[in-house]
C-alpha cells in the first residue's frame, strides 16, 4: 500500500484516541482496585482490545459510529465499569435449574465478549471467566 500522508494521519489520530482510551479505562480501575496494575498483568494484553471496541462505540465527533457502520444500527447494550462488581445472569438450562436457585451470580465485569451481543464477568467462585447477555450493575 503507497504512503498517504492524509490517511497515515487518520490511523495515526485513531491510535492516539485508543491509546488514550486505554490509559483511562487502566487508571480507572487502578482506583477502583486501590493499587496499581503490574505490567506483566494478563489483563494488560486484552486493554487495547477493549479499548479500540469502546471507541467504535461512541460517535466521537463524527456523524455516526464506526459501529452502524459496520453493523447497520446503534450499539444498544450498557456498558459497566470495568473491575465494578456485578451481577450477571448466570446461563443454565431452565430443566436443571432449581426453582429457588439464584438467577444472578456475583462477578466483577470485564468488558464485551468477541460476538458484541455479550459481556465477560470474572466469578470468582468458579474462579474462571464467563460471559453472560444481561447484568446488574454493582
Same mark, same amino acid.
Given at each position: 500500500?503507497?504512503?498517504? !500522508?492524509?490517511?497515515?494521519?487518520?490511523?495515526? +489520530?485513531?491510535?492516539?484516541?485508543? /491509546?488514550?482510551?486505554?490509559?483511562?479505562?487502566?487508571?480507572?480501575? /487502578? /482506583?477502583?482496585?486501590? !493499587? +496499581?496494575?503490574?505490567?506483566?498483568?494478563?489483563?494488560?494484553? @486484552?486493554?487495547?482490545?477493549?479499548?479500540?471496541?469502546?471507541?467504535?462505540?461512541? =460517535?466521537?465527533?463524527? $456523524?455516526?459510529?464506526?459501529?452502524? =457502520?459496520?453493523?447497520?444500527?446503534?450499539?444498544?447494550?450498557?456498558?459497566?465499569?470495568?473491575? /465494578?462488581? +456485578?451481577?450477571?445472569? =448466570?446461563?443454565?438450562?431452565?430443566?436443571?435449574?432449581?426453582?429457588?436457585?439464584?438467577?444472578?451470580?456475583?462477578?466483577?465485569?470485564?468488558?464485551?465478549?468477541?460476538? @458484541?451481543? !455479550?459481556?465477560?464477568?470474572?466469578?470468582?467462585?468458579?474462579?474462571?471467566?464467563?460471559? +453472560? $447477555?444481561?447484568?446488574?450493575?454493582?
Amino acid at each position: 500500500i503507497p504512503y498517504d !500522508r492524509q490517511s497515515n494521519g487518520a490511523a495515526e +489520530s485513531m491510535n492516539n484516541a485508543i /491509546e488514550g482510551l486505554a490509559t483511562s479505562i487502566l487508571l480507572r480501575l /487502578e /482506583e477502583r482496585c486501590k !493499587r +496499581s496494575i503490574a505490567p506483566e498483568c494478563r489483563f494488560l494484553l @486484552w486493554l487495547p482490545e477493549y479499548a479500540s471496541r469502546v471507541s467504535t462505540i461512541y =460517535k466521537n465527533g463524527r $456523524s455516526s459510529t464506526t459501529y452502524k =457502520k459496520l453493523f447497520g444500527c446503534e450499539f444498544s447494550l450498557k456498558l459497566g465499569d470495568i473491575g /465494578e462488581k +456485578s451481577m450477571y445472569l =448466570k446461563n443454565q438450562d431452565p430443566k436443571q435449574r432449581k426453582k429457588f436457585t439464584a438467577k444472578y451470580v456475583p462477578g466483577y465485569y470485564l468488558g464485551l465478549h468477541g460476538d @458484541w451481543n !455479550r459481556h465477560l464477568f470474572y466469578d470468582p467462585e468458579l474462579r474462571k471467566t464467563v460471559a +453472560s $447477555s444481561t447484568f446488574i450493575q454493582g
